[in-house]
């Protein structure tokens, strides 16, 4: 089915800069594995995201999408817009950049439409926040990546696993060209893209390995539990209630990157499941927790503070349940997040409709459990959804509060620059609707090499030894991740 027809593309046309064909077929002979390796052959830009709510439903919609007409990268306060064979650098924000990038367009709708269908697909790292706040630069910016690197497509794939249909999307930018070649445009590339569906996954050559690599951790034991002790004299110094700290691992995979992001979707499906194909690096995730969500005005923010290790045994799980509900500690951190995020959305919500909809329930993932509150809100008419971003950036569930003090604190105390850890993955499109989550449980691959990071909410009570299991804990999956892909036949 092929929506809209030209007469009805022309009249949107008329008070819309961006028009979208969509043409949906049945999706019940491919997946979104198999869509994103077919689509992405010969391309060096890609990404997918999928989604598993609660650890255990399929959400409904999967988004993958090929060859950006666009991205911005930024590095500090330099700007970098590449246009096919066009660069512009220039000097700027990267959050008001960014935002006026998405006020540029008036979006045409259509009924039945997937929440994603043209827009911005990337991340902000961690280390943007010094675009929002001043911090201390002790650290060493041993990887020199990017602090944001954002792809804009205008043809996008979407599964309706509802429906069991793929909706395949040509956004036209009707300014360009007369409405009708506009379209005749959309059609081409919408029958290319099914094409290249239809032709079937490449060939995979099979090697099995080892599923033994070297680990290094670059802080190393002794080392980061010493950072703890530090903090905890911080915290009792009264500069902090929590400081979270995290230790970064490095290992050389031996195996394509989209491999271990095959077999990490497996081992720990989450609501945040992703991969970021660029020239220089590629970058996978299963995040559990949202950073902000924006639909019309309505705001979504999803704290995620306490955790507990799995167990195989149903009556362990529920032993591991029952303490992390009592404990104290986690009890009393998790409060303390909650209101930083209620604080956090309230900079930019109307008056008096910040409201915790949820308190404080258990949700359960593949490796952990944890403590879980969800809040919403009404964003003000004069903001946009890249002001409710930066109004969360970055969650306090990752740095701590006060937040301002607490990454001050992280800057002295870890030795590298975070990079992509601790920031966050997104999608945004023009129309004002935004989602995101917090970049962890995520691997940075870099030539040959991959980097991962986890880390603990260090307070008063802290027990070093294991804030630093909880390390390891968090990181399992994404080792098993690989482990597993370097054994896959």
């Known amino acids: 089915m092929l929506r809209p027809q030209l007469k009805e593309f022309q009249d949107l046309a008329r008070t819309a800069t961006l028009v979208p064909v969509v043409k949906t077929i049945m999706a019940d002979l491919l997946t979104p594995v198999s869509a994103f390796l077919s689509i992405s052959v010969g391309e060096q830009e890609a990404f997918l ?42 000097e700027g924000k990267l959050f008001d950049t960014l935002a006026r990038l998405l006020r540029e367009h008036r979006p045409a709708t259509l009924p039945d439409l997937p929440p994603f269908n043209c827009g911005a697909v990337g991340f902000i790292a961690y280390d943007a926040v010094r675009q929002l706040e001043k911090l201390p630069k002790h650290s060493r ?126 081992i720990n499906p989450s609501p945040y499941l992703y991969f970021l194909q660029t020239r220089q690096f590629q ?66 919500s109307e008056y008096g409709s910040v409201h915790v909809k949820d308190f404080m329930f258990v949700e359960r ?24 971003l930066a109004a969360t950036f970055p969650a306090g569930t990752l740095s701590g509060a006060p937040k301002v003090r607490a990454m001050e604190i992280i800057e002295e105390l870890e030795p590298v620059r975070r990079g992509i850890y601790g920031g966050a993955v997104l999608y945004a499109d023009f129309a004002g609707n935004l989602d995101s989550c917090i970049a962890i449980r995520t691997m940075w691959v870099q030539g040959r090499r991959a980097y991962l990071q986890a880390g603990a909410g260090i307070v008063a009570d802290s027990v070093p030894e294991m804030e630093y299991q909880e390390c390891l804990n968090k990181a399992k999956a994404l080792l098993r991740a690989v482990g597993m892909a370097r054994n896959y036949e």
Request: proline share 3%.
């Open 49 to 90: 995201l999928e989604s598993v709510e609660g650890g255990e439903r399929i959400g409904r919609y999967t988004f993958l999408g090929v060859h950006p007409y666009m991205t911005l990268e930024s590095r500090g306060e330099q700007i970098i817009l590449r246009r096919g064979r066009n660069v512009e650098r220039s």
């Open 141 to 266: 910016d041993d990887l020199g990546s990017p602090d944001s690197f954002l792809m804009f497509f205008d043809r996008v794939l979407a599964f309706d696993h509802l429906r069991k249909q793929i909706h395949i999307i040509a956004v036209a930018d009707v300014r360009e060209q007369s409405a009708k070649d506009s379209y005749e445009r959309a059609l081409r590339d919408i029958n290319a893209l099914e094409r290249k569906l239809a032709s079937g996954v490449p060939r995979r050559r099979s090697r099995p390995r080892s599923e033994n690599y070297k680990l290094k951790e670059t802080t190393g034991r002794a080392a980061f539990l010493k950072s703890i002790l530090k903090a905890k004299d911080y915290i009792r110094a009264g500069d902090a209630f929590q400081i979270v700290l995290s230790q970064r691992m490095e290992l050389e995979p031996g195996v394509p990157s989209f491999e271990i992001y095959r077999a990490l979707r497996m």
């Open 365 to 388: 993932y593949s490796h952990v459990m944890h403590l879980v509150s969800a809040i919403e809100s009404t964003l003000r008419s004069e903001c946009h959804a890249i002001d409710a």
């Open 283 to 348: 970058v996978l995730g299963s995040s559990p927790e949202m950073l902000v969500r924006v639909s019309g005005r309505k705001l979504e923010y999803r704290p995620i503070a306490g955790t507990r290790p799995r167990s195989a045994d149903a009556d362990e799980d529920r032993r591991w349940e029952q303490e992390l509900k009592e404990d104290e500690k986690e009890r009393a951190e998790h409060v303390m997040l909650v209101d930083l995020g209620r604080n956090d959305l309230g900079r930019v």
